[in-house]
């Protein structure tokens, strides 16, 4: 398994739906967009130019959000 696969694994187990896709950008460059969201309105979206480093972002962000919520 993919750590990538991982997280994604991760973030279905906590209750977050997530999505991902590529895409060339204006450069000729392709870019990993990755995003979570849950029901209660609480979304994120992260791009990145390695689709590992998108997951990880997002995981970050969540992670921030959540600990956020504790402060």
Not at 41 to 56: I, P, W
Not at 63 to 69: I, N, T
Request: charged share 25%; glycine share 8%; hydrophobic share 45%.
């Amino acid at each position: 398994m993919k750590y990538w696969e991982i997280i994604a694994d991760n973030l279905s187990k906590t209750g977050w739906s997530w999505g991902c896709v590529s895409a060339v950008d204006g450069n000729g460059r392709t870019i990993w967009i990755t995003d979570a969201h849950r029901d209660d309105g609480k979304r994120f979206v992260v791009r990145a130019d390695e689709k590992l480093s998108a997951f990880l972002e997002l995981e970050r962000a969540i992670h921030q959000f959540a600990v956020s919520l504790l402060l």
